[in-house]
């Protein structure tokens, strides 16, 4: 599935830049308006940005959430009371943010068909409908999933033939990545690089990032369908971080129809329009977005980490973690009020959403393969040249200012999670975040889950000699839970001894795999 690839290819005809745009007028002005926003990005003052970041307030630990450390000797119900109301009501729906590419790991592919467990070798996708299967057997639900990728039919073809991974085909759907023209700095300015196909010229486009998911939905149909079945939260999740897969279920629930602080009366709590997954700021060199709160108006809002520069104290700063939970309800009324005056209609929905986020722009290096002619041959010869274009995209977390302005009485919160156990997302070929230490990240978890259960051993082995990797349950259940589990839906009981002694095939029945471990782990 995979081609060992180190930079992103992409099919052109001998590029030139588009000094005149003749193929479309609605594409002609978007490549005007990118030329527009990117020479403002370029030229504009460091001292602006210092003071829109002047107005920020970064240190907001204090007013957040934070959620528990994870007690496995109560039961999932009794940890997540309101969450599983949101649950067993049918009011929960999960976006699947999957439309990236593998070429930072230095593969070709979606990302979400990469082979990210040391064990068995499942992929993204696998580990994240694995938990999504499970929650929904555990809470005797079904959660519609809407799985954003750049190409559904081939995602949809790689569900089917795995079985949608043990949920209803039903209640998952899949739509498509918008995508917006590439730019390259010309000698006179910026400019989208065409290519021709046989007769037709067009421009060289790349995604346009995770904001567009909304006009994806609208586009799609699934917004329309999800708000007829009653759904009133969905979460936003990310396929490279299965650790938060399919959303957080602390999050979920403090995600009630009102925000903290929950020591407050009921009539006293203010609406939550989106509640925002944070971290605690461990590493000031990170790549991560922080969590800002406009000193004026009180918005809380994710500054990109391109944008903000913490020479301080990061104890007190909070990262993105890019899961969000989104009232429905408040999405849907600033849906309506932004495409106001539009004809109806999920285009023209879809459009009026999209001109309302910023473009963030990022200089890429691409190897762009180009024909030329052979000289007095009349055929053509490929040639594969670098470049550094421009990207533009969205981001999701954009969303949130739109949400706060929008009405003043919805509030957006945080919640700090644990930063162990819910972020280790997969992101580069080598170093942090990397294949290898991502599997190392999830091995020591699992190894430690196994702890917390008086398991020393298995087979005589010690923990720290074995690469292992645990099914769901042992992720969502208590300690009774487990074994109550176990033997509902194996019909065998389960002991867990200091030396854990059963066979690879019964360990496998039980949702634990084994392998010796890799040193280097």
């Not at 279920?249 to 925000?259: D, G, H, Q, R, V």
Request: charged content about 25%; hydrophobic content about 40%; glycine content about 6%.
């Amino acid at each position: 599935m995979f081609i060992e690839n180190k930079k992103l290819f992409l099919r052109s005809q001998s590029p030139f830049w588009a000094k005149k745009f003749d193929c479309c007028g609605v594409e002609a002005r978007t490549i005007a308006q990118l030329q527009k926003s990117l020479e403002n990005a370029c030229n504009q003052q460091a001292n602006v940005v210092e003071v829109f970041l002047q107005n920020m307030d970064f240190n907001i630990l204090d007013s957040t959430l934070s959620s528990l450390d994870e007690d496995y000797s109560r039961s999932l119900s009794q940890r997540y009371p309101f969450a599983e109301q949101w649950l067993t009501n049918h009011k929960v729906g999960v976006v699947l943010l999957a439309a990236g590419q593998s070429t930072r790991l230095g593969l070709m592919g979606p990302k979400g068909l990469f082979p990210a467990s040391s064990v068995r070798g499942c992929s993204l996708f696998d580990l994240f409908c694995a938990k999504h299967a499970f929650l929904e057997k555990a809470f005797s639900v079904n959660i519609p999933l809407a799985v954003l990728c750049q190409d559904p039919c081939a995602i949809q073809s790689y569900f089917d033939e795995n079985d949608y991974f043990g949920l209803d085909a039903k209640n998952v759907d899949f739509f498509s990545q918008s995508e917006l023209p590439l730019l390259g700095e010309d000698v006179d300015g910026y400019k989208a690089i065409l290519k021709r196909d046989k007769d037709s010229v067009r421009c060289l486009k790349g995604p346009d990032g995770n904001g567009a998911v909304f006009a994806g939905l609208l586009r799609s149909g699934i917004w329309d369908k999800w708000l007829e079945m009653g759904i009133e939260v969905v979460a936003s999740s990310l396929i490279d971080n299965p650790l938060m897969a399919p959303f957080s279920l602390p999050a979920l629930n403090c995600f009630t129809e009102s925000w903290a602080p929950f020591d407050l009366p009921n009539d006293q709590r203010v609406p939550c329009s989106a509640m925002i997954c944070a971290l605690p700021c461990t590493d000031p060199d990170e790549k991560v977005g922080l969590l800002g709160r406009d000193r004026v108006s009180g918005e809380l809002s994710v500054i990109e980490y391109g944008q903000h520069h913490q020479d301080g104290n990061m104890e007190s700063c909070l990262a993105n973690s890019g899961a969000i939970l989104w009232s429905a309800r408040a999405l849907n009324a600033l849906f309506n009020d932004l495409s106001c005056g539009k004809e109806p209609g999920c285009t023209q929905r879809e459009a009026a959403l999209s001109s309302h986020l910023p473009w963030h722009f990022a200089k890429r290096r691409y190897r762009v393969e180009i024909f030329k002619e052979r000289f007095n041959e009349g055929s053509q010869k490929s040639v594969q040249e670098e470049m550094d274009l421009f990207k533009a995209e969205t981001f999701i977390f954009d969303w949130l200012p739109l949400l706060q302005q929008a009405s003043k009485k919805q509030k957006v919160s945080a919640i700090v999670l644990d930063k162990k156990r819910t972020f280790y997302p997969l992101k580069n070929k080598e170093g942090a975040y990397s294949p290898k230490t991502f599997a190392a990240h999830l091995c020591q978890l699992n190894r430690l889950r196994l702890h917390d259960l008086g398991v020393e051993r298995i087979n005589g082995t010690l923990l720290s000699q074995l690469n292992i990797e645990l099914a769901p349950q042992f992720d969502f259940l208590s300690n009774d839970e487990l074994k109550s589990w176990f033997q509902a839906q194996r019909c065998e009981p389960i002991e867990f001894t200091a030396d854990l002694c059963l066979e690879t095939d019964m360990l496998a029945r039980f949702g634990i795999h084994i392998a010796p471990s890799n040193k280097s782990m």
